[in-house]
């Protein structure tokens, strides 16, 4: 067996990489996953070929389970599964699950993926929405607004992605809350306690494409009268421990790569006061800097994902352009709002925002 560890097999390592899902993760990460797929565990066998009904693939899953656990300081009566099918997939399997015929689900309409969650819901059941940004090109995060209280859940979505903002402070609901944290969950401490479930895609903060994070509280399962189809119901997974069937075990490796890789950098407390700092140095450049302005509500900025323009439209395929000579990647802005979006999760490092605030400086002086 070849052992890799020679980084020049790492290519990825001179781009500064602002993608906003699948994005970069940490590069011990791509090190150590590439390592296991030629041999893991020192066992003479790739992950890609071990059974997911080994004792080394339920190790996995459950170090895995364990460290969520603890990073995310969730209560004791939380299950954790990795399922796939991505948040897509939740935005029918939550109403599939909580929502009775005729019951009625309740939205706070935050942008793209927040619509879908309703567009979804729907077709389980009734929606509400107890306010919504749509109107203004959900540019801010509305807060004032009551939640229904005879519904059966209350959703938002606690980062989005598209339009560049967060809600950094979660409502108080008097009724059961559902999150979806795809983009931010990990990226600072977070109080679970209000959700009874709380679901993410892995391939923004946690992992790559393919594994599928739900937490939940299983007394809020089993109440909506249907019967569930097996690889629909929760409850399968919360049994089977996330292995009823196949699950995407690769991917769920790599998240476990990531999970240690987080807590021996200081958990979520630390990835918290990195992404400040690289949320303050991008949005001082976006301020600072003449040429560009940010379109969100200052207040309800993420600190994930900085979406911003150019005064002059005109410039943008100039600057585009520009950024690919320092190596910097993925920062086109979503084809809904436009413009560009640099995508800061916890694996990218304050010197790539520093290297794109040098080139928006750079680009300054070059007008
Ligand atoms: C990326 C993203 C999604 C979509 O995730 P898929 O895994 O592609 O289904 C949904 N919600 C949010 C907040 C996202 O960032």
């Not at 790492?10 to 296991?36: D, R, T, W, Y």
């Not at 364990?66 to 897509?88: C, R, T």
């Amino acid at each position: 067996m070849v052992k890799y560890t020679s980084l020049s097999y790492f290519s990825c390592m001179n781009k500064h990489n602002f993608s906003a899902g699948p994005s970069i993760l940490p590069q011990e990460v791509f090190q150590q996953g590439a390592q296991a797929v030629l041999n893991f565990n020192d066992s003479g066998l790739s992950i890609l070929e071990i059974s997911h009904r080994s004792k080394e693939f339920y190790a996995v899953v459950d170090e895995a389970v364990e460290l969520i656990k603890e990073l995310l300081s969730l209560p004791e009566h939380y299950k954790v599964l990795f399922l796939q099918g991505g948040a897509s997939m939740q935005f029918d399997m939550v109403p599939y699950n909580l929502l009775p015929e005729g019951g009625v689900a309740s939205f706070l309409d935050t942008g793209v993926w927040s619509s879908k969650a309703i567009k979804e819901a729907n077709k389980f059941g009734q929606t509400s929405i107890v306010a919504s940004s749509k109107e203004d090109n959900y540019s801010f995060i509305p807060k004032e607004y009551t939640i229904d209280a005879s519904a059966t859940y209350f959703h938002i979505t606690t980062n989005n992605t598209i339009y560049g903002t967060e809600l950094l402070e979660f409502p108080s609901s008097l009724i059961p809350m559902v999150a979806d944290m795809s983009s931010d969950i990990f990226s600072r401490p977070m109080d679970f306690s209000p959700f009874s479930l709380v679901y993410a895609g892995a391939q923004k903060n946690l992992g790559p494409a393919g594994a599928t994070l739900v937490i939940l509280r299983e007394d809020i399962l089993g109440k909506t009268g249907r019967d569930l189809a097996a690889m629909w119901d929760y409850r399968t997974f919360i049994k089977e421990n996330s292995l009823y069937n196949t699950p995407s075990v690769y991917a769920i490796y790599i998240c476990l790569l990531t999970l240690r890789w987080l807590k021996a950098q200081g958990g979520v407390v630390e990835m918290e006061r990195r992404n400040i700092l690289k949320a303050n140095t991008m949005y001082a450049e976006i301020d600072r800097n003449p040429l560009f302005y940010g379109q969100v509500n200052t207040e309800d900025r993420s600190r994930m994902n900085a979406v911003f323009r150019l005064h002059d439209e005109t410039l943008e395929d100039k600057f585009m352009t520009h950024v690919k000579e320092y190596g910097i990647v993925g920062i086109k802005g979503h084809r809904l709002s436009g413009g560009f979006r640099a995508s800061m999760y916890n694996a990218l490092p304050l010197e790539s925002v520093e290297v794109l605030v040098g080139a928006m400086q750079e680009f300054e002086k070059m007008q």
